[in-house]
């Protein structure tokens, strides 16, 4: 079992920045994928972000350029830096932890634990 909770999210005007963290405890593989998604009302949940264990990433690329994921493997595990904010940002915003399978895709299917989310909110 892995536990995850996030924390950082908030209310910013466009182009605005927040840094969201995300906490895991319980049992991690040795290799492993963790990623960021999204999602908006009314939408579909969607990738934004992730990280496998020797730091190779991908990103959506709705987000390129602006977000940057990130981890350490103490405490807080993975961050998501997201700079230069716009209103179509604006989702609950999800942790996920999943196996490791030849990379770490955008794919919600790959994960199977996730945590509880945290609300961007970007103002334009």
């Known amino acids: 079992q892995v536990q995850l909770v996030e924390s950082g999210g908030g209310s910013v005007p466009a182009g605005g920045s927040l840094r969201l963290s995300c906490s895991a405890s319980?049992?991690?593989?040795?290799?492993?994928?963790m990623a960021w998604f999204r999602q908006a009302p009314g939408k579909e949940r969607e990738g934004v972000a992730a990280?496998?264990?020797?730091?190779?990433?991908s990103y959506a690329d709705s987000v390129k350029g602006r977000f940057t994921v990130s981890k350490d493997n103490a405490k807080n595990p993975l961050y998501l830096q997201m700079n230069n904010l716009q209103a179509e940002d604006t989702a609950m915003y999800y942790c996920?932890?999943?196996?490791?399978?030849?990379?770490?895709?955008?794919?919600?299917?790959?994960?199977?634990?996730w945590g509880q989310g945290t609300q961007v909110t970007v103002s334009s």
């Open positions: 996920a932890h999943g196996p490791y399978d030849r990379s770490c895709s955008l794919m919600a299917n790959q994960y199977n634990y």
């Open positions: 319980g049992y991690l593989a040795t290799r492993y994928c």
């Open positions: 990280i496998d264990n020797d730091g190779d990433t």
